[in-house]
T-cell receptor, first 114, second 114 residues
């Protein structure tokens, strides 16, 4: 069965510092998408960044970037210059092989320390 | 362009009552997905619908749960005879035709069963 694993239940980072959240996944597909979602206390799911597996270049969105290692099936999220508003649960997600069903990891709770 | 809309945002039901959750997809989107998030877990796929068609309901509990997406109006997730274990956040997502991987999530409905 396809899996998405986030091995860090909780992380802390000092304001303005950099933090990396890890995610590994398993899929038999060669072409797929990977996503990071942020869920603040409001519980809304906010798309942070998306990576297309066929693109070798790592995706970047302002302070958010990914380190995509396709062979290792690793998809980590780096947050630079952390801000208090970055505090949230972060979920990694990958559609199941050949389908539209997103598989979500169990999440990493990020705390940002002032 | 309004995002995916869900209502109500919060719903309280007593055991045995019915819960109806509504989802209006983004303009131009004809595909709707429902996910459930139990406390301290990631989202789990429930059902995928297109207008007037259920495409995949493999994640739906076999009893008490049903979903529809009529030709006119929002998609509705219906839970009959709710039990305490149904307490969760229910998220709807929509995608444009031909792009099932581009799912945009609504703010969710938090169902509490007392």
């Amino acid at each position: 069965a396809q899996t998405v694993t986030q091995s860090q239940p909780e992380m802390s980072v000092q304001e303005a510092e950099t933090v990396t959240l890890s995610c590994t996944y398993d899929t038999s597909e060669s072409d797929y998408y990977l996503f990071w979602y942020k869920q603040p206390p409001s519980r809304q799911m906010i798309l942070v960044i998306r990576q297309e597996a066929y693109k070798q270049q790592n995706a970047t969105e302002n302070r958010f970037s990914v380190n995509f290692q396709k062979a290792a099936k690793s998809f980590s999220l780096k947050i630079s210059d952390s801000q208090l508003g970055d505090a949230a649960m972060y979920f990694c997600a990958c559609p199941t092989s050949g389908t539209y069903k997103y598989i979500f990891g169990t999440g990493t709770r990020l705390k940002v320390l002032a | 362009n309004a995002g995916v809309m869900q209502n109500p945002r919060h719903l309280v039901r007593r055991r045995g009552q019915e819960a109806r959750l509504r989802c209006s997809p983004m303009k131009g989107h004809s595909h709707v997905y429902w996910y459930r998030q139990l406390p301290e877990e990631g989202l789990k796929f429930m059902v995928y619908l297109q207008k007037e068609n259920i495409i995949d309901e493999s994640g739906m509990p076999k009893e008490r749960f049903s979903a529809e997406f009529p030709k006119e109006g929002p998609s509705i997730l219906r839970i009959q005879q709710v039990v305490r274990g149904d307490s969760a956040a229910y998220f709807c997502a929509s995608s444009p035709p031909g792009h099932p991987y581009e799912q945009y999530f609504g703010p969710g409905t938090r169902l509490t069963v007392t």
